[in-house]
């Protein structure tokens, strides 16, 4: 018999294995979350919340636990040791071999071992394996391997359910290692900005449209003027701080900043490091109404941009927003230009968009006017790029140059950018949706007519009590745009879509609901057809499961 009881030894090592490599995809799988979450206790608290049953604590874990408290408590005495081994290794390689929920083949933003992540590893690996290893070392009664397996068992099974929690304490303990990094970041950064005094500094925010403006902006004025901008989507204190530390230049003339917000007082951060010579606010909208509470809240925190802008600035804003262009009223020691589509000194109209992209007539204090085509699709990018023109004309830009440069301007990724591919054509609008910018990306779609027009969208998140009640607004959009496919990624959380989608008539069976955005492209793949349209309109993150 001893051949049977190497084999039994042999698997509990291989038990053990198993739970170790449970383990790390599980560690690795909330290292992810964590960082997606901004590296906030709150967002990771929240999501852990929304994820409990799922992700969590699941139903192996729970159910784990029972059969080894059952074996211990009521069989102990009765069963042998190899025969309680067994039994609690059998269901341990089936409960906890598969680690599909944790491994994600093709993650929409991986993760990024960055510097900090590197630094919150080494805490949270060392608590992750203490306790399984100590109660592994506590469950060896010889050298051998014969194990107290209920020990050994409960020490694995408790330290994988206290994953998840053991990341605040690990995020604590290098907390004041990152503050000191933060601090030390900023510092350099303003003693960079103070040593360039003939600098100007344009920033941007609104809850939509920063991004595309801030590039419009800088590829106008690299017409004549040496430009640094953030790249993509920084527009944090860290990723300003990283551009201005890393990438401005002496030769730079002027620095385009993005400014984001999602909590009050986050501009107000964002403009002590870089304080804007001219400050850019595209608009107020609904998006992290889940974190501001109100619009009107929203509207305040956009405001701060105007608030602490350099004194004798210029303050660029959407006169057709009535919430941004109250803002004029917060200094007199600043000048202000609004710029619309109705209102203001700088205006569009009589706008044109077909597959190449948009046309549209500019007029600059109604001496000048010009025709302007660009590859930009949509009325909002209209909007943007005539607030990119405002601040050109700031810096001396003749409308004509400016009028040439926007035609050279590439659409930014994800947002409402046309591309060909094959034989059909794609509106690539996969970043976070807003209900503004919905409503308009199914306008494009609905006036296209080189073939079927399809569209695949989530819905939009991060909406807050009004979330429902939106996507169902959405939903009545998109029926009344009667397309020829309409594909919801999640059941559940398109429902309001397909409710919205339902009033309006629209035939049912051209509404289809898959699990996940690899699935609706296989969908396309069976039914799209030469010449067809797709929209992709918004992509929920990584952090969202159902």
């Known amino acids: 018999m001893y051949w049977y009881y190497t084999f039994i030894d042999l698997l509990v090592i291989a038990f053990i294995a198993l739970m170790a490599r449970h383990l790390i995809w599980r560690g690795r799988y909330f290292l992810h979350i964590f960082q997606l979450e901004g590296y906030k206790f709150g967002?990771?608290?929240?999501?852990?919340?929304?994820?409990?049953?799922?992700?969590?604590?699941?139903?192996?874990?729970?159910?784990?636990?029972?059969?080894?408290?059952?074996?211990?408590?009521?069989?102990?005495?009765?069963?042998?040791?190899?025969?309680?081994?067994?039994?609690?290794?059998?269901?341990?390689?089936?409960?906890?071999?598969?680690?599909?929920?944790?491994?994600?083949?093709?993650?929409?933003?991986?993760?990024?071992?960055?510097?900090?992540?590197?630094?919150?590893?080494?805490?949270?690996?060392?608590?992750?394996?203490?306790?399984?290893?100590?109660?592994?070392?506590?469950?060896?009664?010889?050298?051998?391997?014969?194990?107290?397996i209920y020990l050994l068992a409960f020490s694995w099974i408790v330290g994988d359910i206290l994953l998840?929690?053991?990341?605040?304490?690990?995020?604590?303990?290098?907390?004041?290692?990152?503050?000191?990094?933060?601090?030390?970041?900023?510092?350099q950064a303003r003693k960079k900005l103070e040593g360039m005094p003939n600098l100007k500094v344009v920033a941007i925010t609104g809850s939509y449209g920063k991004t595309s403006t801030k590039f419009m902006i800088r590829d106008l004025l690299k017409e004549r003027y040496r430009v640094c901008a953030t790249p993509g989507s920084y527009n944090t204190p860290m990723g300003i701080c990283k551009v201005i530390n890393n990438d401005l230049?002496?030769?730079?003339?002027?620095?385009?900043?993005?400014m984001g917000a999602r909590y009050k007082g986050n501009i107000r951060e964002l403009c002590q490091i870089a304080p804007p010579d001219i400050a850019v606010v595209t608009n107020v909208g609904l998006a992290h109404l889940e974190t501001f509470g109100s619009q009107e809240a929203i509207a305040q925190t956009k405001s701060e941009i105007v608030q602490h802008?350099?004194?004798?600035?210029?303050?660029?804003?959407?006169?057709?927003?009535?919430?941004?262009?109250?803002?004029?009223?917060?200094?007199?020691?600043?000048?202000?230009?609004?710029?619309?589509?109705?209102?203001?000194?700088?205006?569009?109209?009589?706008?044109?968009?077909?597959?190449?992209?948009?046309?549209?007539?500019?007029?600059?204090?109604?001496?000048?006017?010009?025709?302007?085509?660009?590859?930009?699709?949509?009325?909002?990018?209209?909007?943007?790029?005539?607030?990119?023109?405002?601040?050109?004309?700031?810096?001396?830009?003749?409308?004509?140059?400016?009028?040439?440069?926007?035609?050279?301007?590439?659409?930014?990724?994800?947002?409402?950018?046309?591309?060909?591919?094959?034989?059909?054509?794609?509106?690539d609008d996969a970043f976070n949706s807003n209900p503004t910018g919905a409503r308009n990306a199914v306008e494009i779609l609905s006036q296209f007519k080189s073939g079927r027009r399809i569209i695949v969208t989530p819905g939009m998140v991060e909406l807050g009590e009004i979330q429902d009640e939106e996507n169902k607004k959405f939903g009545r959009i998109i029926g009344e745009a009667n397309l020829d496919l309409v594909i919801l990624v999640g059941a559940q959380q398109t429902q309001p879509i397909k409710a919205g989608i339902r009033e309006t008539g629209f035939d049912s069976e051209k509404i289809k609901i898959v699990k996940s955005l690899f699935k609706a492209n296989d969908l396309i793949r069976d039914y799209a057809q030469s010449g067809d349209v797709i929209l992709y309109e918004n992509d929920l993150p990584d952090t969202y499961n159902e």
């Open 43 to 148: 967002e990771y608290w929240q999501w852990l919340k929304d994820n409990w049953n799922d992700r969590v604590i699941t139903p192996e874990h729970a159910l784990f636990t029972i059969i080894i408290f059952a074996l211990f408590a009521g069989l102990s005495d009765t069963l042998t040791g190899s025969a309680a081994k067994l039994v609690i290794i059998i269901f341990g390689f089936f409960w906890f071999g598969p680690v599909r929920r944790y491994r994600q083949e093709r993650e929409k933003k991986p993760l990024v071992y960055t510097p900090r992540m590197l630094r919150l590893l080494i805490p949270f690996g060392i608590l992750s394996l203490l306790l399984p290893f100590t109660g592994t070392q506590l469950a060896y009664v010889r050298i051998t391997f014969d194990a107290d």
């Open 164 to 187: 998840p929690f053991l990341l605040f304490i690990a995020a604590g303990l290098t907390y004041p290692i990152e503050k000191m990094i933060h601090r030390n970041f900023k510092r």
């Open 249 to 258: 230049q002496a030769r730079h003339q002027v620095l385009v900043l993005e």
């Open 309 to 427: 802008m350099k004194p004798g600035g210029t303050a660029v804003l959407n006169g057709d927003d009535p919430l941004v262009s109250q803002m004029a009223e917060i200094r007199d020691d600043i000048k202000v230009v609004k710029t619309g589509l109705k209102n203001g000194e700088i205006q569009g109209s009589n706008i044109q968009y077909d597959v190449q992209g948009t046309t549209f007539s500019i007029h600059l204090d109604g001496t000048e006017q010009d025709r302007v085509n660009m590859k930009l699709l949509g009325v909002h990018n209209v909007q943007n790029m005539i607030q990119a023109m405002a601040v050109g004309s700031l810096f001396g830009l003749r409308l004509k140059t400016m009028a040439v440069a926007a035609g050279k301007v590439e659409p930014v990724e994800h947002r409402l950018e046309m591309k060909k591919e094959g034989e059909l054509y794609v509106i």
